[in-house]
């Protein structure tokens, strides 16, 4: 990384034009990346934020969670992929999400997601009515994740892309997840693309 | 590529001049070699003719020099939307201050990737 993210922040804090900020594939550390989300708590301009690879930890979350739960908010995409957040961050973001109105799309790809992290965004998901697309592919999430995760389908209506691929679940754990899926309102496109074990067996038939 | 020769500078000026249907500028991965080729080659971004509104220059060295004629056109140029210093070498480790100082001062940037 070549700039100062606090010093991005703090320039940030007050500005009303920047739209789309990408920040992705920098090596930045916790304290400036803490000091950078408190700083941008208060601007109302910020509609995509790309933090994608910059080595972003659960020690951050608890900031991330302060900014997304601004009432003023007016962020619609938030790409947090390829980075080391584990269910720990999970359940400090999730929370933040659930009442938050503006994010429409969200991507947690290749990240440290396993099964406590899934309740946590079933829980978040349930309630919330604005995500519409939610990328977890390349994470941890197992047999118990993805029964939990699946818990939210039948109460969420807004949800219309889920990106579960490249996860180490198998058969046992998505026929599960395949039950709720059939009481699903609004999901239209559901991605689980080598998976560690969904073969056209029992859970394939039950999904079908 | 080097732009070790200021006059490379100035006949890249002469040409942006000319194309005011020009819209996009990607300098990217270029090394100006001569300080004055940077300031050259991007002046004409300071002409109200100019209609450039996205610039692209991942991976130039950035000096206070060129940040500072860069704040000048983000200053002056209120088309310019998108501008991308990904992977840009701050030698001086102000350089970007300077620049992120001007997203509050006047400039148009909507889009902005580092």
């Keep these: ?208 | 590529m080097a732009f070790e020769n200021e006059m490379y500078g100035k006949s890249m000026a002469i040409a942006l001049e000319k194309s005011v249907q020009l819209t996009e500028f990607n300098i990217s991965f270029i090394k100006f070699d001569h300080p004055k080729s940077f300031f050259d080659m991007v002046s004409p971004m300071l002409s109200p003719k100019c209609r450039i509104n996205k610039f692209s220059m991942q991976a130039c060295i950035l000096t206070p020099l060129e940040s500072k004629v860069l704040c000048y056109i983000l200053m002056k140029n209120k088309l310019m939307h998108t501008v991308d210093f990904s992977e840009c070498i701050d030698k001086e480790r102000d350089s970007f201050v300077l620049i992120f100082d001007k997203f509050g001062q006047g400039s148009n940037v909507r889009y902005l990737s580092l």
């Design chain 1, 1 to 208: 990384m070549n700039f100062s993210i606090t010093k991005l922040g703090i320039a940030l804090a007050e500005n009303t034009k920047i739209e789309t900020l990408n920040i992705s594939n920098n090596r930045i550390k916790t304290q400036p990346f803490t000091a950078f989300f408190a700083a941008i708590k208060n601007n109302k301009s910020l509609r995509k934020i790309n933090a994608s690879k910059t080595d972003l930890s659960d020690k951050v979350c608890e900031k991330i969670a302060d900014f997304l739960s601004m009432e003023e908010l007016r962020l619609h995409e938030f790409d947090l992929s390829k980075n080391q957040i584990t269910d720990v961050g999970f359940k400090l973001i999730m929370p933040a999400i659930q009442k938050n109105r503006s994010i429409e799309h969200i991507n947690f790809d290749q990240n440290q997601l396993k099964a406590s992290g899934c309740e946590a965004i079933s829980a978040c998901l349930e309630e919330n009515k604005s995500i519409v697309e939610l990328s977890l592919s390349g994470n941890k999430i197992n047999n118990d994740g993805i029964a939990l995760l699946g818990q939210f389908l039948k109460n969420n209506e807004t949800l219309f892309y889920l990106d579960i691929s490249k996860n180490p679940f198998t058969d046992q754990g998505f026929s599960i997840f395949a039950e709720h899926f059939g009481e699903s309102a609004g999901l239209v496109y559901l991605d689980i693309q080598k998976t560690k074990d969904i073969s056209d067996d029992q859970s394939l038939i039950q999904f079908a």
